[in-house]
Antibody, heavy 115, light 113 residues
Framework: EVQLVESGGGLVQPGGSLRLSCAAS????????MHWVRQGPGKGLVWVSH????????DYADSVKGRFTISRDNTKSTLYLQMNSLRADDTAVYYC????????WGQGTLVTVSS | DIVMTQSPDSLAVSLGERATINCKTS????????????LAWYQQKPGQPPKLLIY???TRESGVPDRFSGSGSGTDFTLTISSLQAEDVALYYC?????????FGQGTRLEIK
């Protein structure tokens, strides 16, 4: 059974940094593209970033480009999202997921950017 | 970027009646080389992650009740719930996965009338 478990969320001040992790199990992690999707409070789903199996290919939504970095450690079956220069509008639940169509999702980790 | 526009924003339907949610894409999401439509539908209930219902515009995910169906072509797509059940109250999103950024519609809130 595929399991995705996010961690690392919390309260951070504007301009601060946070690193999210997503521990994967139940499938051969290194073979698959992985994605981050976020959802602001009371808002819709927004695709954030993706990375290919060996980590050599990444892409980002314009809203996070230059501030967020996606990476992975296939030896640990873990996906990461390094978030720098955080802003209030980055406040959201962050989900990791497999490649679309997204049939596997974690429960999400809440990031709150506030002073 | 491909813009996804859902309609309506909210919908109230009586139990047992049909619910129809529309999704319009700003450009085609049909990949000609394999004739597949890169469009999915998700259901999200409060406090839960989204759940995949439909992919390739009309293929039902395993375990999804057959009252859920997807249809459409070109730039216009529809999610239909043939006979609304109480457990179908949720938010519904369409998503294109034809090209990054893999944009979602704004969501449609489905309620019981």
């Amino acid at each position: 059974e595929v399991q995705l478990v996010e961690s690392g969320g919390g309260l951070v001040q504007p301009g601060g940094s946070l690193r999210l992790s997503c521990a994967a199990s139940g499938f051969t992690f290194s073979r698959y593209w992985m994605h981050w999707v976020r959802q602001g409070p009371g808002k819709g789903l927004v695709w954030v970033s993706h990375i290919n199996g060996d980590g050599s290919n990444t892409d980002y939504a314009d809203s996070v480009k230059g501030r967020f970095t996606i990476s992975r450690d296939n030896t640990k079956s873990t996906l990461y999202l390094q978030m720098n220069s955080l802003r209030a509008d980055d406040t959201a639940v962050y989900y990791c997921s497999n490649a679309p169509p997204h049939d596997s999702w974690g429960q999400g980790t809440l990031v709150t950017v506030s002073s | 970027d491909i813009v996804m526009t859902q309609s309506p924003d909210s919908l109230a339907v009586s139990l047992g009646e049909r619910a129809t949610i529309n999704c319009k894409t700003s450009q085609s999401v049909l990949y000609n080389s394999n004739s597949k439509i890169y469009l999915a539908w998700y259901q999200q209930k409060p406090g839960q992650p989204p759940k995949l219902l439909i992919y390739w515009a009309s293929t039902r995910e395993s375990g999804v009740p057959d009252r859920f169906s997807g249809s459409g072509s070109g730039t216009d797509f529809t999610l239909t719930i043939s006979s609304l059940q109480a457990e179908d109250v949720a938010l519904y999103y369409c998503q294109q996965y034809y090209s990054a950024p893999y944009t979602f519609g704004q969501g449609t809130r489905l309620e019981i009338k």
